[in-house]
């Protein structure tokens, strides 16, 4: 299945699970958190509370609450350091994780969004390759979409898949 580009508001999608880029807390912030949380209802916090917090990389679920989505999938992303502290590696892990735990969960379509790139800075043209790097794998296994807030990033997936079928990936 060809990975789909979605623009808009991932709080809306109606697939099993909406991957959130949390903070370490996982009790809500602000971008794409703040979306989720206000969507999902104050039951999201109070489930959150009992997971303990997330390491950068790691992912853990709760249930989706009011969203369509039955999940999220709560990721805590790298904060942008120059990109000698590792954050290229930590982005990829958190793109990995959460598909190993949408796997585990019996998640069959799976909506991410730009993990990294608002606040925590980012560059979004070098996010977007590592997160397709990773999703590309995971093709015959489920229906995986990108949820872009911004039309820059919606170009860079674009091109990036467009790379791809020219070199006959
Ligand atoms: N739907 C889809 N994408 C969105 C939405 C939305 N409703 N709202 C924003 N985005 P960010 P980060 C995009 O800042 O950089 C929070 O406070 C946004 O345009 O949400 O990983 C957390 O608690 C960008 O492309 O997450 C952490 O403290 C992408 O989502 C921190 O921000 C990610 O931007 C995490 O920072």
């Not at 820059?152 to 674009?158: E, F, I, Q, V």
Request: a neutral charge; hydrophobic letters at 40%.
């Amino acid at each position: 299945m060809a990975i789909q580009l979605h623009l808009g508001d991932i709080t809306e999608l109606n697939v099993d699970a909406i991957v959130n880029a949390a903070n370490p807390t996982l009790l809500g912030g602000g971008g794409v958190d703040g979306a989720i949380h206000r969507a999902a209802g104050p039951e999201l916090k109070a489930f959150c509370r009992t997971l303990g917090g997330c390491a950068t990389g790691q992912a853990k679920h709760s249930p989706g609450f009011a969203l369509p989505a039955r999940w999220v999938i709560h990721t805590v992303g790298p904060i942008w350091q120059g990109g000698d502290q590792n954050e290229a590696r930590q982005l990829a892990h958190c793109y990995q994780n959460s598909l190993v735990l949408a796997e585990e969960i019996g998640a069959n379509s799976i909506a991410f969004p730009c993990i990294s790139t608002g606040i925590y800075g980012y560059p979004a043209d070098r996010a977007a390759r590592i997160a397709l790097d990773v999703m590309q794998a995971w093709t015959a296994r489920m229906q995986l979409t990108v949820c872009c807030f911004r039309e820059s990033d919606l170009s860079h997936y674009r091109a990036r898949l467009a790379d791809g079928r020219r070199a006959g990936q």
